[in-house]
């Protein structure tokens, strides 16, 4: 049942069953490929659009702009690639959308913000789990400080990263809502706790891979560095090759969920 709280985000309701559901969204189109990358990574795109290595085979609409769904061949198998725009309710909602047309076993690869600057630009980060400072996620899940990766997903990854012998740590990731507030005492804050990356999505996607029996895992970057008195931008280092690299590692680590 339903109670009221004083802090609306807390009125968790078990109830499964919502006024709009994701199979209301179009029913009857045809299903897509069982694994997906949730890719934030423009150029990568469209360097795989120019080479032509994607098919487009769905768009999801908005009342903004519609969302191409691509389908990725590699190593044989079909792979769906969704590149959202930067936020937790347009990825996360388009994939419970993508989700009841088959989509279930996902991978999500992009830069974050550095919290600790003995990691350089480029560092990979594996997130086990991520620290709900969004809002998305507690429409999902009954409150809590964090929400895990599945751990199918972050298996995968490893051995994927380990193959290939590519260097990584496995950590906790910050999802925030506003980036314009990740002050210095907060920073402080998550970084006591574990966080070594900050973004804006993986709780909200690790929050749905749960609630409908999914699975969700994620590979990031970091970017610009947040950890200091001001803001890093690392403008100086061209990231176009690192992109390409942890998304070839997010389709290898997704055909192995």
């Known amino acids: 049942m339903l109670k009221k709280n004083r802090i609306p985000l807390l009125e968790f309701d078990t109830e499964r069953k919502a006024v709009i559901n994701p199979e209301n969204i179009r029913p009857g189109e045809a299903r897509l490929p069982e694994r ?12 795989l659009l ?14 903004c ?3 191409p769904i691509y389908q990725l061949s590699h190593k044989g198998k079909k792979l769906l690639v969704f590149p959202p725009t930067v936020g937790a ?6 994939m419970e959308e993508l989700g009841v047309k088959g989509c279930t076993k996902w991978m999500l690869c992009g830069s974050a913000g550095g919290l600790d600057k003995a990691h350089s630009f480029g560092h990979l980060i594996v997130p086990r789990s991520a620290v ?12 809590s400080r964090e929400v895990a990766a599945s751990p199918r997903a972050v298996k995968a990854i490893k051995a ?5 012998g590519v260097p990584y740590l496995v950590s906790k990731t910050w999802t925030t809502d506003a980036f314009f507030r990740e002050t210095p005492a907060k ?16 709780a909200a996607v690790f929050a749905v891979a749960k609630f409908r029996g999914y699975q969700a895992g994620a590979i990031l ?19 176009a090759y690192i992109r390409e690299k942890i998304f070839w590692l997010a389709a290898d680590a997704c055909l192995k969920i």
């Open 187 to 202: 920073v402080a804050l998550r970084k006591k706790e574990g966080c070594l990356a900050v973004e804006m999505e993986a």
């Open 89 to 94: 309710p347009i990825t996360a909602g388009i």
């Open 36 to 47: 997906g990358i949730i890719c934030f990574q423009g150029e990568t795109i469209k360097r």
């Open 65 to 67: 702009q519609d969302y």
């Open 132 to 143: 709900r400072d969004e809002g998305f996620s507690y429409h999902y899940l009954p409150p």
């Open 160 to 164: 994927v990263m380990d193959r290939h």
């Open 221 to 239: 970057y970091l970017h610009d560095d947040v950890s200091g008195k001001d803001w890093d931008k690392r403008h100086a280092h061209d990231p």
């Open 50 to 63: 120019r080479a032509r290595r994607l098919k487009k085979i769905y768009s999801a609409y908005t009342v």
